[in-house]
């Protein structure tokens, strides 16, 4: 056994969760280092068993309530105390509108108030271009311009059609 492997066991040994193998034992007869760790150590776990723990003065618990109160009292006579509660109040209520007024995506009450159930009916609904029903919406919508295209005008044989 090294020393390192002794001083890793010697806190367990000495407190007594561990017996001392008989390795520890050996090392002790042969390393003097050691053996004054294992021999201090000894001598503190002896104190430590010695030492009593001092009572308290029974004014004690009275005291430390009396300084807690003070301090809260401290806390509360601070000027921005009477700010704090209500402050939470307006910022959850503004955080609230903020949402609300995203979620709403810009619509005025206005515009759908004034808008007559026929002229919402006569709205076009125009898709995205790329589906077949914006497609055909784009088709329709150009069909003059794209009816002018020569070059559009295959014929059977994969070349295109002059007039």
Same mark, same amino acid.
């Given at each position: 056994m090294n020393c390192t492997d002794f001083r890793e066991q010697l806190p367990d040994v000495?407190?007594?969760a561990m017996e001392a193998p008989p390795e520890v034992e050996e090392h002790l007869?042969?390393?003097s280092d050691c053996a004054g760790a294992w021999k201090a150590l000894q001598q503190t776990m002896? =104190?430590?068993?010695e030492w009593?723990?001092?009572e308290p003065s029974p004014f004690f618990d009275v005291?430390?309530?009396?300084?807690?109160? /003070? /301090?809260? /009292?401290?806390?509360?006579a601070n000027w921005f105390a009477w700010l704090r509660k209500p402050a939470f109040g307006i910022a959850a209520t503004l955080v609230l509108a903020a949402g609300v007024g995203l979620f709403e995506g810009g619509r005025t009450p206005t515009e759908t108030a004034t808008k007559q159930p026929a002229e919402i009916q006569q709205q076009k609904v125009v898709a995205k271009t790329g589906t077949a029903v914006g497609d055909l919406q784009?088709?329709?919508?150009?069909?003059? =311009?794209?009816q002018g295209f020569d070059?559009?005008?295959v014929a059977d044989d994969d070349t295109p059609q002059s007039n």
């Open positions: 000495a407190s007594g007869a042969n390393c002896a =104190l430590l068993d009593q723990t001092p005291r430390i309530q009396a300084l807690l109160r /003070e /301090e809260r /009292e401290k806390r509360s784009y088709l329709d919508k150009h069909m003059d =311009l794209l070059a559009l005008d």
